[in-house]
């Protein structure tokens, strides 16, 4: 990836896009092994950026043991759900995560720390968790099945994408001026119209859903991707940074690419759980 940097960001963020892209496409693809591996490592590190960007604030969240309870999490759901182990094992997390508090006892001359418990909580809430969710969408009829995951992140693609080519030629009204100052509603529309179109596409080959599911799942990741696109800018605009990272040239850190699907992912499971 260092040698992508030389070119301009829209170059930067076409060729890491389409590179990373691909790599999680095949990943997915292959098997429910693959998947894992590709979903734990993106989990990984954006729990380490967002505990990174939490120390930047003067916050000192448990970085090492809040990362572990994170991917313990994803990897505890991802055996369950794919019926390895008994569903009783969910019951675990809530021991583990409770040596938060336990393992802050040992720690001096901590001025706040309930505020640094809390924002260990947040790291596993904000960002293990949403990972852990999808989980359930892959092994949603009892055995893996690429076509929910593939569908949904193709649609929240599809939506940054045309959200960022509208906003660049069009935009002008501002969406949310006050936490994005880039952002505009011609973004949003631009990337919506290509979402929808995304989905309706998707429900001619990927039948495990119906064209009103997946146009439904389109609508949840229009909304809940941009809230969750905000809600990362909230955050960094707390900290006063740009970018999460420099992780993917182009698009900035792990948590700038997938802040969508952070928000988007409970809604989605809840969605084909309930409906």
Sequence with gaps: MTSISKYNNLTQRIVAGLLGSAGIIAAVYINEWTYCLIFFIICLFSMLEFYKLAGLDGVLPQKTFGTICGV???????????????????????????????????????????????????????????????????????M??????????????????????????????????????????EGFFGGALLALVFAYGLSTYFHSLSLIQWIIIGIIIIVGGTFGDLVESLLKRSIEIKDSGSSIPGHGGFLDRFDGLLISAPFIVAYLEVF
């Excluded at 929910?148 to 045309?162: K, N, R």
């Design 144 to 185: 893996y099945n690429y076509e929910i995951i593939f569908g949904c992140l193709f649609i929240l693609w599809a939506s940054d994408t045309g959200a960022y080519f509208a906003g660049t030629f069009f935009g002008k009204r501002k969406l949310f001026e006050r936490i994005s100052p880039k952002k505009s509603w």
């Design 72 to 142: 313990c999490i994803f990897l505890l759901s991802f055996f369950i759900e794919k019926g390895t182990i008994s569903y009783r094992y969910y019951f675990f997390i809530f021991p583990i995560v409770s040596c938060v508090y336990m393992i802050k006892l040992y720690k001096k001359f901590e001025r706040k720390p309930f505020t640094n418990i809390a924002f260990t909580f947040l790291g596993i809430f904000y960002v293990a968790i949403p990972f852990s969710l999808l989980n359930i969408a892959v092994f949603e009829n009892g």
